[in-house]
């Protein structure tokens, strides 16, 4: 066997790594030699307020307005967010038909089932990561 034509790729994941537009008046602050956003020390509260999506398979006329409920929902139950997750999921099943979910925290991993073309990973104000899909229904 000469090895032609065994080609084993080796793909996981393929993350896109998108940083949305800034909101909020505490706009990212660039290091002047680098032009390049300042990283927090560990331990230290996170003072961007953009959100970066990691992975979406949402159509692009869908995502800016699920990324503006995502982040009014964080922004408004800053300090309950399981009623911000209640508040994603009633209104995506409301705007988008049911079976959605939404999981908000730090430090998780996740291995979901969804629908084609409806997961939205994502990480607003600093280290919050925002799950949100639709169950797929058998």
């Known amino acids: 066997m000469t090895g032609k034509g065994n080609k084993v790729q080796k793909e996981m994941w393929n993350w896109e790594w998108k940083k949305a537009k800034p909101v909020g008046k505490d706009e990212k602050e660039a290091t002047p030699a680098t032009n390049e956003p300042e ?5 230290e509260e996170s003072k961007y307020q953009y959100p970066l999506i990691c992975m979406s398979e949402i159509p692009k006329q869908f995502e800016t307005e699920m990324m503006d409920t995502i982040m009014s929902a964080v922004d408004r139950f800053t300090t309950d967010l399981p009623k911000a997750c209640q508040y994603i999921k009633q209104e995506f099943d409301r705007l988008y038909e049911p079976l959605w979910h939404c999981v908000i925290g730090q430090s998780y991993g996740f291995d979901v089932t969804y ?24």
């Open 39 to 43: 990283v927090p020390e560990a331990g």
């Open 115 to 138: 629908d084609q073309k409806s997961i939205m990973y994502m990480f607003y104000l600093g280290n919050l990561a925002i799950l949100v899909w639709k169950f797929v229904t058998f």
